[in-house]
Every structure is written in structure tokens, then in C-alpha cells.
């Protein structure tokens, strides 16, 4: 049972450059997250999915897109990376019906 | 709108001595409030969680977390430090009244435990 996981774990690009984000979990849980991570700025939400087949917008969707390819899996996409995207981004896993989220490890990225 | 605040960037502390971290909110219905660590190089991980009842929680590694509703506080507390508890905390909430489940987490207070 490895809870959520995320590839990759680094991840360097150039200004332009398009890449994918990966997030599994295996906790059969209907709910997933996107954040990003930035110094003093706390956790800001992505993009999220209640449920298999939705995703909806959060606080920082622009320049963004995500694909809730089944309940397990949850991705995010760049079309075309700036450096402003330089993060660490965390995926994040929620039970229908609690609040409780779990998080992966994170992947750290950086635009050149 | 909900929203919280972590009012200190930086708690310092001697091991051994009791800890205090500091979490205020602002919601328009009543509030979930929880508390993560993150350990250096980690994902955040679940601490405590208040939603209802008793304003002291209890939490993992022993760490509890005190409700107070007149204040609008949450403050995450533990009698006794350890060096291993030297991390970032997030304070996050979550507003019954705004029909989402979204949370919102505070800019963080990165705790360090001075031997």
C-alpha cells in the first residue's frame, strides 16, 4: 500500500517546454488535488477532482491543465512552462465524505 | 470566504521545553480546522483534525491542539520537544458553510528544536 505516489521527483525544463505531472493513489479515494508549494506563499490549489470524470478549477488554475484518467490516477500538465511554474507540486488524495487529505511525495520543478 | 493565518514564519524552542505553534481563521460558517507537518524533502502529513466536540484534540506524536472558538484559534501544542520534531506546520481550514471541501492552508511556521 504506497498511499499516493508522484513522478517524477525533480524535474528541470526549459522556458516553453511542455511535461506531465503524475499522481496514483492507491487508497481508492474519490477525491484528488493539485497544489503548488512556494515559499512563504503556503499550499495554493491547482486544479482538483471530487470524482472520477469531474475536475474543477482552484486558486491558481492559469497556465494549467489536468486529466482524471480514472479513479486512481490524476495528472497535470504544462503546455508551455515558464519560470514563474518553478515549484514543488504536491498531489493529494481524500476519501468521500472526510476531510482528511493525503499527500505525495512532491516533484520539485524547475523552469529554465 | 475562509481563510487562516500562521502569524510567526519561525518558532525557536528548547528540547524539553513546551511548544506552542499559532493558528487563527476567519470562516462565515463553523469551522474544520486541521494541522500537517512537513519534513524536510517530504509531502505534508496528517496531524489533527478539529471538527466537533471536545476544544482539546489529540493528535499523532504527541501533539494536541487547542480549540477556541471567542479567539478564533487553533493553536498546536506539545508539553515536551524533541529535536525530531524540527519541521514546517500548516495550519488549514475548511468552512462548513461554503458547500466545497476545498481546503485552505496557511503560509506555514517552520519550527526548530534547539538541542
Known amino acids: 500500500n504506497a498511499g499516493v505516489t508522484q513522478t517524477p521527483k525533480f524535474q528541470v525544463l526549459k522556458t516553453g517546454q511542455s511535461m506531465t505531472l503524475q499522481c496514483a493513489q492507491d487508497m481508492n479515494h474519490n477525491s484528488m488535488y493539485w497544489y503548488r508549494q512556494d515559499p512563504g506563499m503556503g499550499l495554493r490549489l491547482i486544479y482538483y477532482s471530487a470524482s472520477e470524470g469531474t475536475t474543477d478549477k482552484g486558486e491558481v488554475p492559469n497556465g494549467y491543465n489536468v486529466s482524471r484518467l480514472n479513479k486512481r490516477e490524476f495528472s497535470l500538465r504544462l503546455e508551455s512552462a515558464a519560470p514563474s511554474q518553478t515549484s514543488v507540486y504536491f498531489c493529494?488524495?481524500?476519501?468521500?465524505?472526510?476531510?482528511?487529505?493525503?499527500f505525495g511525495p512532491g516533484t520539485r520543478l524547475t523552469v529554465l | 470566504a475562509q481563510s487562516v493565518a500562521q502569524p510567526e514564519d519561525q518558532v525557536n524552542v528548547a528540547e524539553g521545553n513546551p511548544l506552542t505553534v499559532k493558528c487563527t481563521y476567519s470562516v462565515s460558517g463553523n469551522p474544520y480546522l486541521f494541522w500537517y507537518v512537513q519534513y524536510p524533502n517530504r509531502g505534508l502529513q496528517f496531524l489533527l483534525k478539529y471538527i466537533t466536540g471536545d476544544n482539546l484534540v489529540k493528535g499523532s506524536y504527541g501533539f494536541e491542539a487547542e480549540f477556541n472558538k471567542s479567539q478564533t484559534s487553533f493553536h498546536l501544542k506539545k508539553p515536551s520537544a524533541l529535536v525530531s520534531d524540527s519541521a514546517l506546520y500548516f495550519c488549514?481550514?475548511?468552512?462548513?458553510?461554503?458547500?466545497?471541501?476545498?481546503?485552505?492552508f496557511g503560509k506555514g511556521t517552520k519550527l526548530s528544536v534547539i538541542p
Open positions: 493529494a488524495a481524500k476519501r468521500g465524505g472526510s476531510d482528511t487529505q493525503y
Open positions: 488549514a481550514v475548511r468552512d462548513d458553510g461554503a458547500g466545497s471541501y476545498q481546503l485552505t
